[in-house]
Antibody, heavy 119, light 107 residues
């Protein structure tokens, strides 16, 4: 059974930091790109970051570039999102995912973890 | 980045009726388009990829079509479990982008 389990969300003040984790099981984690997608309360889905299979390539949406850092540890089957200089508008449920694409033939999502940025 | 525009924002449909959802890309994305279904409190579920291929275990009542810039998702006979929000997503050109969603509600 495939599982993606996010953790690390919570309440943080503006300007603060959080580190999200996503532990994966049930597929060969080290072969695939991993993504973070977020969803603000009552809003749509927004892709924010991705990392390739060996961690050598990372990409970010403009809205988080310079503040968020994606990383992975293939020995631990885990992907991370380090979030700094958090803003109220970063409040969202954050999903980790291995997304269907032109190469990846599966599509797996975690259950999401809520990050609330508020004073 | 490619902008994905979905219409309508909300679709009110009676159970058993057909629903047709639209998604337009701001530039050609070939057939590199996916449709997702999302219910409250849940992660999105992949329905369609490659614009028209149903994902595993997706009922035949869901059909995707289109290519280039214009795409549709048709639900041929709405069941109670189909009332949800539907998103299109392009994966042709980085960054991946989603449409803003269409909410299919019970009429």
């Amino acid at each position: 059974e495939v599982q993606l389990v996010e953790s690390g969300g919570g309440l943080v003040q503006p300007g603060g930091s959080l580190r999200l984790s996503c532990e994966v099981s049930g597929f060969t984690f080290s072969n695939y790109w991993m993504h973070w997608v977020r969803q603000a309360p009552g809003k749509g889905l927004v892709w924010i970051s991705r990392i390739n299979s060996d961690g050598s390539t990372t990409n970010y949406a403009d809205s988080v570039k310079g503040r968020f850092t994606i990383s992975r540890d293939n020995a631990k089957n885990s992907v991370y999102l380090e979030m700094n200089s958090l803003r109220v508008e970063d409040t969202a449920v954050y999903f980790c995912a291995s997304l269907r694409g032109t190469v990846t033939t599966h599509d797996y999502w975690g259950q999401g973890t809520l990050v609330t940025v508020s004073s | 980045e490619i902008v994905m525009t979905q219409s309508p924002a909300t679709l009110s449909v009676s159970p058993g009726e057909r629903a047709t959802l639209s998604c337009r890309a701001s530039q050609s994305i070939s057939n590199n388009l996916a449709w997702y279904q999302q219910k409250p409190g849940q992660a999105p579920r992949l329905l369609i990829y490659g614009a028209s291929t149903r994902a595993t275990d997706v009922p035949a009542t869901f059909n995707g079509g289109g290519s280039g810039t214009e795409f549709t998702l048709t639900i041929s006979s709405l069941q109670s479990e189909d009332f949800a929000v539907y998103y299109c997503q392009q994966y042709d050109i980085w960054p991946r982008t989603f449409g803003q969603g269409t909410k299919v509600e019970i009429k």
